[in-house]
């Protein structure tokens, strides 16, 4: 293997690993959510699956969308622009996350009431669930800040104070769960609900300490110090490149809610066994994706600089390095099945479901890890639109009418629903790989 794939693979994994650990924090609030609420009983670890799982599609899009700030910066740093154009843009999006956030919060406020009556819940837990996403909801502001700043700050290659503030925020939500949830320390008892307000101080923490680390840290503060220049990248190019994004991201979160909802019709503890094992698959999928992350700035700062050739060796590297991971991941979960699910509970009815569905989630750690690093590879060439058509395609064309026929016109139940998702996994692994191959060669 020439010398420069094994460079290649050294530098995105230098930029991956504090990625890696600030998707953890940010993933691992909804870990500390699911695991203080399974101390309250089945109905409260219910009612906090169904919230998490609906909140996550406006999670998701607003991250897929403030994600253009990524390659949108490092092409301007790998051609070499003034720091004023920059500084201009990352303006501009902080403004763009606030209207963001209130569409956010106001959208999930309406629609919520409908969709949590139609989850097959018991009306006391979806009552739970209700006043969960109402508190909840709010921390789309700190949320829709933390993910302009902290793209903006991988285009720029600065990934340890990503890190630092993911990590307040993952500590500060864990006091504030055992403080709200129990009344400890004199704190109100909120019970689940007081999950949503730790969640909503939380990211409001985590955007203030990168604001912060913009006015601190010299190679962010080269940015968020300059004087803004008129001309550059604005809002048009961010909802270009960001909106079928967007709709990427959404695509494959909608499979996995409308699938966790579909589960909700087997009983509360089949619901509470399937958001145990996906939210293990959630955090074990941060690493690939923390990869896909440094393969799309990699990509793009080759991009930026007009280097074909650079562009094409950083996104097939990080697409290796997926699929490398994906296999360490399936291993885990295969043979430490056991030992994750005890974290999550103590009730063995749901710890046997939670196991077996672990094992499933083994079978499509390969196809996620190829996906999603073939997706960064894509993105940080600002190829967004086709492959929102194949993801599109492949989640809700393929994986989603197949899990259906195999859970209910075959009799899998919950285990056919989990086949579902693994053959659009499959299928959006193999057309997004597809699509960087084509046009990785026009690029060389």
């Not at 600030?22 to 009612?47: H, S, Y």
């Not at 864990?174 to 990211?203: E, I, K, M, N």
């Not at 220049?229 to 991201?249: C, D, K, V």
């Amino acid at each position: 293997m020439p010398p420069l794939w094994p460079r290649e693979a050294a530098a995105n994994l230098r930029l991956a690993a504090p990625l890696i650990a600030a998707q953890l924090a940010g993933v691992g609030m909804g870990t500390i959510d699911t695991v203080f609420a399974g101390r309250l009983g089945p109905q409260a670890l219910a009612a906090v699956a169904a919230g998490i799982n609906y909140n996550v599609l406006f999670f998701v899009f607003a991250m897929g969308v403030t994600m253009a700030c990524s390659p949108i910066v490092a092409h301007a740093v790998g051609a070499g622009r003034p720091a004023g154009q920059s500084a201009a843009f990352v303006r501009r999006a902080r403004r763009f996350a606030l209207l963001l956030a209130l569409a956010w919060t106001v959208l999930e406020n309406l629609l919520a009431p409908a969709v949590l009556r139609h989850l097959g819940l018991a009306p006391a837990t979806a009552d739970v669930a209700l006043a969960f996403v109402r508190r909840l909801s709010l921390s789309s502001f700190g949320f829709s800040l933390w993910f302009t700043q902290r793209f903006a700050a991988e285009g720029l290659g600065a990934a340890a104070p990503i890190m630092l503030a993911g990590l307040c925020g993952l500590a500060a939500n864990g006091v504030l769960d055992w403080l709200l949830l129990f009344g400890h320390l004199g704190a109100p008892r909120l019970g689940a609900p007081g999950c949503g307000v730790a969640t909503a101080v939380a990211s409001l923490l985590m955007a203030g300490v990168l604001r912060l680390a913009f006015a601190r840290v010299r190679r962010l503060h080269e940015v968020g110090g300059a004087a803004p220049i008129a001309s550059g990248p604005g809002i048009g190019e961010l909802l270009h490149i960001g909106l079928p994004n967007g709709a990427i991201l959404l695509a494959e979160t909608g499979l996995f809610v409308v699938t966790a909802l579909t589960v909700g019709r087997f009983g509360d503890a089949t619901l509470a066994a399937y958001q145990i094992a996906i939210n293990f698959a959630a955090l074990a999928f941060m690493i690939p994706l923390g990869i896909g992350l440094a393969t799309a700035v990699r990509v793009g700062h080759a991009c930026g600089g007009g280097d074909g050739v650079a562009a094409r060796r950083a996104g097939w590297t990080g697409i290796g390095l997926g699929l490398i991971n994906a296999g360490s991941n399936a291993a885990l979960m295969v043979l430490g099945g056991g030992a994750i699910v005890a974290l999550y509970t103590d009730d063995a009815a749901i710890a046997a479901a939670a196991r077996h569905f672990l094992l499933l989630a083994a079978g499509f750690q390969f196809f996620d890890g190829v996906q999603v690093t073939a997706n960064g590879a894509l993105r940080g060439a600002k190829d967004t639109r086709m492959p929102m058509l194949i993801t599109l395609a492949a989640y809700w064309c393929v994986g989603l009418p197949l899990g259906y026929g195999l859970a209910f016109a075959a009799g899998l139940r919950a285990d056919g629903l989990w086949w579902g998702l693994t053959a659009g996994l499959g299928v959006a692994a193999l057309g997004l790989s597809l699509r960087w191959r084509h046009g990785s060669r026009d690029r060389r």
